[in-house]
């Protein structure tokens, strides 16, 4: 069991990317546009790519109501009638994409998010299950997630959804204490919290996860400690533990909370501490960066095969593959391809009316890139890499192509968070923890240009 004191977290605690992607969204150019991504559908359906399944992911935009630390692109509305005529726009889009990549082509893995997923009616998740299942085909045993916010299901609506064919839940339940509720503008019970768990077990889902945060207005170690004894007791599948980035410049509902309302920085970094003890003693397994598992879990059995991958969606155990972005804002890849949609419903809307695709930015990656990217993702997901696997995929030589990274890791391999040796690079248990500061080493742009304030802490 691994000790992480404030003191060591505050020494390494640096801003830096989540790696769900390299290179990151913000190199993404306008440059590359709907064009781009339309021949890179069209190479995915002439070449040996399409018999690989597709994952899918769909945004859903729209929330009830606004959490004051919210960081997503969502649309706050109680007028439900806005989610049937983003649907309308949602099947023209998938429609435009099927064009070019063909009919017919297998999905492993879909992801609702949002925003809330659950914002749309139950006609309406009908619906959306049907447009989908029309146009491509889900594979029996395939893994099928939506985000839950639990304001907005009831045990009748969890049984839609198995019906509909999702095995996999998100609840996102941030905190328990009341006063940090209201602080945050999202009061729930915690008695609601457990029924819907209990009651999502009992309809045979797979997996269940719970989206916590700590670093919010008000929370202290010792309300935090209360709110992780009680995840321990509802006893999830898998843990997603997020510190909270205030960045109000940014994200103009964080306006709202009050900086004096915040933790102060070493009380955050005990929360982390103590919430990462008490896991561990609970029996979780760390995942890598913030998420827990169960040991039964299938994300903590392919830890232990080697089988972890990182998508946008963050970590998964399914093969990296191609992923297909339904909705406004929603990121994809196609091939060596990232692409992303209009960012705004208006413009969204608009790009569909014309009969466009409403791809707005992305990126063709380059040689180097795809090195880099296997690099990173070796290092994120199995916190190992072994040289001679990049050295013959690549042609290259490890060495002298990375001489100066190599460099910097002597560094943190005297901090005991990394071990270097000629044919692999590990990642000690101590370093997964900071898995992101030593993936950053080998990041070409952040190390470029130095300006790391755009992103969050790694702690």
Known sequence: MIALTPELL????????????????????????????????????????????????????????????????????????????????????????????????????????????????????????????????????????????????TRERLQLLAGLGFNRLSFGVQDFEPAVQKAVHREQEAGQ????????????????????????????????????ALVRELRPDRIALYAYAHLPERFKAQRRIATADLPAPADKLAMLAQAVAALQAGGYVYIGMDHFALPQDALAVAKRQGRLHRNFQGYS?????????????????????????????DEYYDLIDQGQIPVVRGLALSRDDLIRRAVIMALM???????????????IDFGRYFAPELAQLQAMQAQGLVQVGSDEIAVTEMGWYFVRGIALVFDRYLQADRNRARFSKII
């Open 10 to 153: 505050r020494r390494f605690d640096v801003p830096g990317p989540r790696y769900t992607s390299y290179p990151t969204a913000d190199r993404f150019v306008e440059a590359f546009g709907a064009g781009d991504y339309i021949l890179a559908l069209e190479q995915r359906r002439t070449h040996t790519g399409r018999a690989q399944p597709l994952s899918v992911y769909v945004h859903i935009p729209f929330c009830e109501s606004l959490c004051y630390y919210c960081a997503c692109n969502k649309i706050v509305t109680r007028h439900h009638e806005r989610g049937d005529q983003y649907l309308d726009y949602l099947e023209r889009e998938l429609d435009l994409h099927v064009q070019h990549s063909g009919p017919d082509q297998a999905v492993s893995q879909l992801h609702l998010g949002g925003g809330t997923p659950t914002f749309l009616s139950d006609a309406g998740l009908v619906r959306l299950m049907d447009l989908l299942r029309r146009r491509l085909r889900l594979v029996p045993g395939g893994e099928y997630s939506i985000e839950i916010d639990p304001r907005t299901v």
């Open 193 to 228: 919290v457990f029924e819907l768990v209990r009651a999502a077990r009992e309809l045979g889902f797979e997996s269940i996860n719970v989206d916590l945060i700590y670093g919010l207005p008000l929370q202290t170690p010792q309300s935090f400690a209360r709110t992780m």
């Open 317 to 345: 155990t399914y093969p990296d593959c191609d992923l297909l972005a339904l909705g406004v804002s929603a990121i994809g890849r196609i091939g060596a391809t990232y692409s992303q949609n209009a960012k705004t419903l």
């Open 381 to 395: 997901c199995q916190g190992n890499l072994v040289v001679e696997s990049i050295e013959q995929a690549w042609l």
